[in-house]
């Protein structure tokens, strides 16, 4: 420990850049280490693997450690290593069962790096430094585990603080020079580690030390968030009260990447900055790709801006990164802290910054959520629905709370209890925890409560000196070393202060407490100098309005930096019952109380009126009794003001359906058509064919495709989406039904239109939810479209066009086969001499495949479509042959394809007998043989049991409603402000439909588990004594930092293994039948909602037949208790991969799984000519339970190994290039 260590880092800091040093895991991992040399001597009879416990190595393997720190300060020229205690808290090692290890473990690796410290400070004569390390932990006190129950927390902030304070302990024993905490994804977590240290740091043992603080937060994406939600600025205001030395980032992003976000940072603090990225994005595989040079060449260009004063770097960096960064930027100007924010600006955070100043517009603090405010949310608290009271947070919010005050105080409710669990589930939702809170209680221990459950800094009501001045001291440590900003109430130990002399004197004294003795900010000192009610008759109270307004005058005049609040509702209690005569003695005392400085106040936001629209008498009585002016008369005059207006301001009546036939016909068609109603269509459609005399084809041409046009413009333009223009199409097609029979009896030719548009889903294939999609859409923009259905062969698709004169050709595919199928619909449109464009779409396809295999045969006139909502734009600027986009077109997939025979002539396709000379290879045990090995078939799976295991985010990406972060995915995408209404009702569609699926849908399974081992690249299974093999492939291109080339077959054992393999076929029955009945009828709204149902419901299925496997088939993991979301986050144990996915790319191994288990006839389900599952709702697959499984990325295959996958199924090599087309790792250009 460096005596003065604070201003001589300061000083260097402010002279030079300084750097630290890069990933400990990323040399860790590059020795390779066994589960033996992590157990070294001492821990040989631990009780579970302790392999990847990187942070033991300080005690078991410390000369390892010891070299890689000497590495970065020698080789790599860092000032600051960091301790390898990233996970040694007693919650992150809780995985490891070493809770009792922590001080060990942090004392261990302190040791090792103070003494290679040491060492090369001694030979190279330049000082370095220790940091030690506090991780993030592997638990969220802002973020629930359960998506069901998102107030629930599996870990408490005492908790955390414990555990930071034991490991901070053991680093300071252990002679570190600096504390940091690190790689902050929740707020919270990081308030308690900083909350630990500063307490520690206060304590008796370690007060003389002079430490530093280091803060650095993780920005998960380019969105600019941490984990739990925050911005870059909430996340700095949050933390800035435990004044760090040096605030900053790393990890999550690449240098190039950070670079907005640390500009961002430094703008919003006044401490040093540092950055440590990682080597780049992470890639495919996992790993990083920035060189040293390319980390070096960013780093130099926005160090030289000024932006940084410590340089270093994170996952995938090693010493050779650290010493070109160091090179590269040594010279740089380091960045000058700001000297001094500004003093007069308080700031709040929720997930987002607010500052408050003098120039500020007031600040409207929610009062709703407060049990003695609003007796809708007491009655909610007590009945326990918590839920539903978050739904008066989130009006508030809606009606322009900026502030969201929350109060428990009642005798019924157990404050502690509530304040927790409200302030969680407000975490969870971002349009309510986006702004600050205020945890307001009479009870310290209720604010406390709310304080451990917030992670932005929020505002404290209140303290004050009514029980003295040494306990008013007390709570405002403790508010203060939480980080929140404070109200003071008037009050001391002789009551409240009523008058304005009693208001200024408790107040000053308050301010000089504050300020000179708890060492406060002033911009974080709230007065509330008691806003009393006025209008009761008596004279003693007739003072309170005006005294409140000149003690704010004063207050902001005479105590620096100071702001002030108040509690609007009670200056009008006496008036309560009367919304009219309350809500504008608010606005009217606004407006004279802000004008002297008043920056907040509790009020209920959305009933506020405007000064110009309360009746000019009424105003005139407020202003006189805010001002005591007439005595008593105008109190009188009041009551009977209120006589006049008492029931007024009620509710606004609901319009009747019947307002609906008030409107003019023409309103109600586009009406209808634009929202979706189909309740009245076919009378109105009626109404106008009768009334106008418009005969039936011009109606449809006229109203009812105008109504279409608005639709597509409204989808086109984002402002519509997906289901909403289904609806649409639903309500136009009722309309068309009905007049097309009077169109056939006037033998008239079908409506104008842009054009013709054949859709169809490739021979082989099923699928057709995305092709269905495009259709309505491209039929809402006045496109005829004739859809051909599934597995249509390439005769039907050509010579349907030709006869129909089609303009646009569109295929659709969701397997792998169906790509080499538009190829040859591409091929056979080229020789034809065919000039119609070709659209090509679905799951599997994609700008790169259509530019490299498909474009090169039909040059010019095939375009890749990503979604529906690029379909329109595509579709008109091909009909009008537009020469410019065409051309754009071929320019941009002349490009595409150079850059993949770059990327082919760049990729280093590893030799096959290499490749399995370094496979992956398990350390675990082999799993245990199956409780009830051979097949099992289900003809009849309760689809009931799997409903809960939907994955809805699939969903909502068919209907592509994808919401912005943090409301990206199920359950968040409905607080979306864009989409997150029309997702709710779809939803709320879907729940409906579900009920009658479950009465009409039928799930179906069969699956396998049979004796296996592995043979080379493949898998042999033993079934009814034949010996059946699974062909499968292996990695040639190196993935993440390992020398390792994986293989599926690399998780199965070698024959003396005793290893066993299951297989699997499910599927779901009667949603095709369901569909098509829909679409009969014309509704194509329903139709869809079906088929992406069943495919919802299928998935479920496989995951619930899985967990079936684990727990009770196959029992390898029979305790297994996950949460939903774990199981959709694939956190069990095992695997269960998909022929046609990236580790199985080639579906031929379906037909194993076919004969096996004798799919067809067990269960009905087929196999197409290209290896579709009919029915469409069907997944496959295999089980395999090894606990060191892990899906991965098969990647490009070389020509060596095409050839020997060949050989093996004794098949020609023609034959293996079409199956495995989109994995080969060489192409014609490049032979």
């Not at 703008?267 to 990682?278: A, H, I, L, M, R």
Request: net charge negative; aromatic share 8%; glycine share 8%.
């Amino acid at each position: 420990m460096k005596v003065g260590l604070t201003e001589t880092l300061r000083a260097e800091l402010s002279r030079r850049m300084m750097f630290m040093d890069g990933g400990m895991g990323t040399m860790i991992q590059k020795l390779e280490l066994k589960e033996e040399d992590f157990r070294g001597d001492q821990f040989t009879e631990h009780p579970c693997p302790l392999i990847g416990n990187n942070d033991l190595l300080s005690i078991t393997q410390p000369h390892l450690i010891k070299q890689i720190h000497k590495d970065y300060l020698l080789e790599g020229g860092a000032d600051f290593i960091s301790t390898n205690t990233f996970n040694s808290t007693s919650i992150a090692m809780a995985d490891y069962q070493m809770e009792n290890m922590i001080y060990q473990l942090n004392m261990a690796s302190a040791k090792v790096a103070v003494e290679a410290a040491q060492e090369v400070t001694r030979e190279t004569g330049k000082v370095r430094y220790v940091i030690g390390v506090l991780g993030p932990t592997n638990k969220t006190l802002s973020l629930s585990p359960s998506v069901e129950n998102p107030a629930f927390r599996n870990i408490k902030f005492d908790e955390v603080v414990v555990a930071y304070t034991e490991q901070a302990a053991a680093l300071l024993d252990g002679g570190v020079d600096i504390l940091m905490v690190e790689t902050i994804f929740d707020t919270l977590n990081a308030k308690a580690g900083l909350f630990a240290v500063s307490e520690l740091l206060e304590s008796e043992k370690y007060k003389h030390l002079d430490v530093p603080i280091f803060v650095s937060g993780t920005v998960v994406d380019l969105s600019g968030r941490t984990l739990s939600g925050q911005t870059v600025e909430a996340m700095v205001t949050s933390l800035t009260h435990f004044k760090p030395l040096c605030m900053g980032l790393n990890c999550a992003l690449g240098a190039n990447e950070m670079r907005q976000f640390i500009r961002e940072l430094g703008e919003f603090c006044d401490t040093f900055v540092s950055c440590y990225p990682n080597a780049g994005l992470p890639n495919a595989f996992g790993g990083y790709d920035d060189t040293p040079e390319q980390m070096a060449e960013i780093l130099e260009e926005w160090s030289a801006s000024g932006l940084v004063n410590i340089l270093g770097g994170c996952c995938g960096t090693t010493p050779q990164h650290i010493r070109a960064i160091v090179d590269a930027t040594k010279d740089a100007p380091p960045r000058k802290p700001h000297s001094k924010l500004d003093t007069f600006k308080l700031t709040l955070s929720g997930l987002e910054p607010m500052l408050v100043f003098q120039e500020s517009n007031f600040i409207n603090i929610g009062e709703r959520c407060n049990v003695a405010g609003s007796s809708v949310f007491k009655k909610l608290i007590m009945a326990d629905k918590f839920s539903d009271a978050l739904e008066v947070a989130k009006k508030q919010i809606a009606e322009g709370a900026q502030v969201l005050d929350l109060n428990f105080d009642d005798g019924m409710i157990d404050g502690e209890k509530a304040m927790a669990h409200f302030v969680n589930l407000i975490t969870c939702e971002p349009d309510v925890s986006r702004v600050p809170l205020c945890i307001d209680s009479s009870d310290f221990k209720v604010i406390e409560a709310g304080l451990k459950c917030t992670q932005g800094k929020c505002i404290v009501n209140s303290i004050s000196l009514k029980e003295g001045t040494e306990d008013f001291l007390a709570k405002a440590a403790i508010v203060k070393r939480y980080g929140a900003a404070v109200v003071v109430m008037a009050f001391d130990e002789q009551g409240q202060a009523d008058n304005f002399k009693r208001k200024i004197e408790i107040c000053k004294r308050s301010y000089d407490l504050l300020v000179n003795e708890a060492g406060y900010n002033p911009t974080d000192i709230i007065f509330d100098p008691n806003l009393l009610t006025i209008g009761t008759g008596l004279s003693e109270h007739a003072e309170y309005g005006r005294d409140f307004i000149r003690a704010t005058e004063w207050i902001k005049k005479n105590l620096r930096g100071a702001h002030v609040s108040g509690g609007l509702s009670n200056l009008s209690f006496a008036f309560r019952g009367n919304r009219v005569i309350r809500e504008a003695m608010h606005s009217v005392f606004l407006s004279y109380a802000t004008q002297v400085g008043l920056d907040m106040g509790i009020v209920h936001a959305g009933n506020l009126p405007l000064l110009k629209d309360i009746d000019p008498l009424l105003k005139q009585l407020c202003d006189d009794l805010i001002w005591n002016r007439n005595g008593e008369e105008v109190t009188e005059q009041l009551l009977l003001y209120a006589e006049k207006v008492k029931g007024k301001g009620g509710k606004k009546a609901n319009a009747s359906d019947d307002d609906w036939f008030k409107k003019p016909l023409k309103a109600r068609l586009n009406d209808a058509i634009v929202n979706g109603i189909d309740k009245y269509i076919v009378a109105d459609v009626k109404e106008f064919k009768e009334t106008t005399l418009t005969p039936p084809l011009q109606i449809i041409e006229g109203p009812l495709l105008d109504a279409m046009g608005v639709v597509g413009d409204l989808f086109g333009s984002g402002k519509m989406f997906l289901p909403q223009v289904i609806k649409s199409a639903r309500v136009m097609k009722k309309a068309v039904a009905y007049l097309t029979p009077f169109i056939e009896a006037s033998k008239v030719e079908g409506q104008n239109n842009k054009g013709t548009v054949i859709l169809a889903t490739v021979k082989g294939d099923v699928h057709d939810i995305g092709k269905n999609i495009v259709g309505v859409v491209l039929g809402c923009n006045n496109y005829r479209v004739i859809d051909l259905g599934v597995m249509c062969p390439l005769e039907k698709i050509l010579s349907t066009a030709d006869k129909e004169q089609a303009d646009i050709i569109g295929v659709s595919g969701l397997i792998t086969p169906s790509l080499r199928e538009m190829v040859n619909i591409a091929t056979e449109m080229n020789s034809r001499g065919m000039t119609t464009p070709l659209l090509i779409g679905g799951a599997t396809t994609s700008r790169k495949h259509t530019a490299v295999k498909i474009w090169p045969a039909y040059p010019d006139l095939c375009i890749y479509v990503p979604d529906a909502s690029r379909a329109v734009n595509v579709v008109t600027s091909l009909v009008n042959k537009d020469q410019k986009y065409i051309g754009d077109v071929r320019k941009l997939y002349e490009k595409v394809q150079l850059d993949h025979v770059k990327t082919l002539q760049r990729k280093n396709i590893t030799p096959l007998t290499e490749c399995r000379n370094k496979k992956f290879r398990c350390t675990l045990p082999t799993p245990p043989p199956p409780n009830q090995p051979g097949v099992q078939v289900f003809n009849d799976y309760d689809l009931n049991d799997v409903v809960d295991l939907i994955d809805w985010k699939p969903f909502f990406d068919v209907w592509q409603l994808r919401g912005r972060y943090p409301n990206r995915s199920y359950p968040k995408i409905f607080e979306d402000k864009t989409v997150g209404p029309e997702a709710k009702k779809l939803f709320a569609d879907a729940h409906e439909m579900l009920a009658e699926l479950m009465t009409s849908l039928k799930g179906r399974a069969v699956i396998g588990l049979f004796p296996a081992h592995s043979q080379g690249d493949d898998v042999v299974i033993q079934h009814e004594g034949k010996n059946l093999t699974c062909h499968m492939l292996r990695q040639q291109i190196k993935s993440g930092k390992e020398d390792v080339y994986i293989g599926t077959a690399d998780f199965i054992g070698p024959p003396e293994a005793n290893d066993h393999m299951g297989m699997f076929c499910c599927s779901v029955y009667g949603s095709v039948a369901m569909a098509t009945k829909f679409e009969d009828s014309g509704d194509d709204y329903n139709s869809l909602l079906v088929k992406s149902l069943a495919d919802r419901l299928v998935e479920a299925m496989a995951e619930h037949l899985h967990l079936k496997i684990r727990r009770e088939i196959w029992g390898y993991d029979k305790s297994e208790n996950l949460e939903t979301s774990d199981l959709l986050s694939v956190k069990y144990q095992g695997t269960r991969p998909a022929p046609g996915y990236p580790s199985l790319p080639d579906h031929a191994l379906k037909h194993v799984l076919w004969d096996v288990l004798n799919v067809s006839n067990s269960i009905g389900t087929h196999l197409t000519d290209s290896l579709a599952m009919e029915p469409p709702p069907s997944v496959c697959g295999l089980y395999i339970a090894h606990p060191d499984s892990f899906y991965f990325n098969l990647g490009l295959v070389g020509r060596d190994q095409v050839k020997n996958y060949a050989q093996r199924q004794e098949i020609t090599v023609e034959e293996v290039e079409i199956s495995l087309d989109s994995v080969l790792g060489y192409g014609p250009s490049i032979q």
